[in-house]
């Protein structure tokens, strides 16, 4: 089964061609970040109007990577949401068209599934039941994949997300959009016992996140040093400030772990690609005898790849989408919440 | 068989031309959703009149001025159609779409779209035996546009959405309105503008085809606002 699968939900115009959910026989990216980077974040309405312009011809260059053509397709895919409502319209237009014109079916898929799914790209091998730890701009969460179509919601954050938290600060501290990388690379080169700052809800006995106050806490940091004229060493913020988000997701992530006695984990999420995070994780998960999955920096983007796997399952279960589908920005993770 | 979608305004149109003959033309001005009633109001439209996807030799789409959304959803719908049925694309202007609504009039038509706080897309075309655009789209405060169409003359009929919203600023300054049934935006009106116009063969490239927005993005305006050196 060959799927055509879209993805817009932000600044990435992706469309990916994927065969019985696991091979990619083609993921097209056209990222539009350079874009967005003068303006210090994603502006809607130029990511609409690029997404307007990319979305034919990364479609066509997808099925031409795929050596498919249109009718080669037996389902088309899309990102129905979370993200912004104009991008996602895009998307959703154009697969509602493209599978009404050539009368095959279209499946909706939701964007943080994906996210989750690109491991199953990444390891040929890996199966549900399964941990993830599902970490980017708008998503802190911890899920068990119980099976293909059945994930439970252990905990998320009740505030910010995680990487939200790694922008903002970037943006105070001067770095233009996405700030995320540059925290990494400069945590890299710093102490990260230099600054004590508050660990994000470590205390509380649950899977649940909050970065507000910790984000807070190091703003208000740079802050007080700038109006104090003291001079800031921001590679000891950036690698203090990681240091406390690493800590609270790694140990909220293996207590889940032990909680459920799943044996695997998996990264998903922009924050994925973090090295701070990969690296605590790994540690951690070799000494706790977990297998840790973790995709390609590729993967862990937005893509048009991870929807089409995702579909994939759908598609199994029967799960199509009516020709009334429409984008949902603020999509829901449908899971059921452990208590 | 041409089918021809406008998803400019609040109305959702679509309609089947053949020739110089309207087959079908399915319009609803109820604020429905675009994204959610497009593709399922042409399957209807197809459907009640007997018309199979495999008879459709061509694909038209209001390309703006107009809402913005509302551009994309028709674009988007239209492009993915036509590319993949392998058919020609053909682009009309919204408010050259409008003023096909009074072809042959023997007056000037005045096709009026929201650009939102006073503003109105605008432009003028001749509607005598022939069709021709007198003065070029716009977007401009209303007050300008009814003085500017004042100044030039002659009958002059206004339609489109925003003919409604500034319907006594127009009258009073003589300009009438197009009847109801022929002052909002129509797909029929848009067949048969695409139909003159691939006539002439005038179709458009679905792989680079975008919205005639008229005006750029906000933030890319207030950016070159605070940044007048590097325009």
Redesign the interface.
């Known amino acids: 089964m060959k799927i055509l699968a879209f993805e817009s939900s932000c600044d990435e115009t992706s469309c990916a061609v994927i065969e019985n959910g696991r091979r990619i026989l083609s993921d097209v990216i056209s990222s539009q970040v350079p874009i967005h980077k003068k303006f210090g974040g994603v502006v809607p309405e130029i990511a609409s109007r690029h997404h307007i312009e990319d979305v034919l011809p990364v479609a066509e260059e997808a099925l031409s990577q795929a050596r498919c053509t249109w009718n080669d397709m037996d389902a088309i895919a899309v990102t129905q949401g979370p993200g912004l409502v104009g991008a996602l319209l895009v998307g959703v237009a154009a697969a509602k068209a493209a599978a009404w014109a050539l009368d095959k079916p279209l499946i909706a898929v939701n964007h943080m599934e994906g996210h989750i799914f690109a491991n199953l790209l990444q390891y040929p091998d890996l199966e549900p039941p399964f941990l993830a730890l599902v970490v980017s701009g708008g998503h802190t969460m911890l899920v068990v994949v119980r099976d293909y179509n059945t994930f439970e919601l252990l905990g998320q954050t009740r505030d910010d997300a995680a990487g939200e938290a790694f922008d903002k600060i970037a943006r105070v501290m001067g770095y233009p959009y996405p700030g995320g990388p540059h925290i990494d690379r400069l945590a890299g080169e710093g102490n990260p016992d230099a600054i004590h700052f508050p660990m994000a809800m470590a205390k509380e006995h649950n899977f649940d996140f909050s970065f507000s106050g910790l984000k807070s806490a190091v703003i208000n940091y740079l802050h007080t040093a700038d109006m104090k004229k003291q001079p800031v060493v921001k590679e000891d913020v950036a690698a203090s400030f990681q240091k406390a988000v690493v800590d609270v997701l790694v140990t909220k992530a293996m207590a889940a772990l032990k909680k459920t006695g799943l044996k695997t984990i998996v990264l998903a999420g922009g924050v994925a690609a973090n090295s701070g995070l990969r690296k605590a994780l790994t540690e951690a998960c070799g000494e706790a005898g977990v297998r840790l999955c973790r995709p390609d920096p590729v993967l862990c983007t937005d893509n048009g790849a991870m929807i089409g796997c995702r579909a994939y399952y759908m598609a199994q279960a029967g799960d199509f989408a009516p020709m009334t589908l429409n984008a949902d920005p603020r999509l829901p993770f449908l899971a059921d919440q452990v208590k | 068989m041409l089918l021809a979608i406008d998803t400019s305004s609040l109305v959702l149109s679509c309609a089947a031309m053949e020739d110089d003959r309207l087959i079908a033309e399915w319009t609803v001005q109820r604020k429905l ?1 675009h ?6 109001h ?2 209807a439209l197809l459907a009640e009149a007997g018309i199979s ?1 495999k008879e459709i030799t061509a694909v038209a789409c209001a390309v703006g001025p107009g809402s ?2 509302g551009l ?2 028709g ?7 036509a ?3 392998q058919v020609p694309l053909i682009a009309v202007d919204t408010l050259e779409g409008l003023a096909w609504n009074m072809a042959g009039a023997e007056a000037f038509i005045l096709p009026l779209e929201d650009a939102q706080r006073g503003n109105v897309y605008a432009a003028l075309y001749g509607a005598f035996q022939s069709m021709w655009l007198e003065a070029p789209a716009e977007a401009a405060p209303v007050d300008e546009v009814i003085a500017a169409a004042v100044r030039h003359g002659g009958p002059v009929i206004a339609v489109g959405e925003a003919a409604d919203m500034y319907k006594d600023k127009l009258t009073a300054a003589g300009i009438r309105l197009a009847p109801p049934q022929n002052r909002c935006c129509r797909a029929g009106s848009v067949a048969a503008a695409a139909w003159a116009k691939w006539k002439r063969g005038e179709t458009a490239d ?3 085809l ?2 005639n ?1 008229i005006r750029r ?4 305006v207030l ?1 070159e606002q605070r940044h007048p050196e590097q325009k």
């Open positions: 959703t994204s959610e009633q497009l593709i399922p042409m399957d996807k913005f959304t994309r959803i674009l988007a719908t239209a492009k993915m159609a590319r993949i049925w679905p792989m680079t975008v919205p927005y993005s906000e933030a890319e950016w």
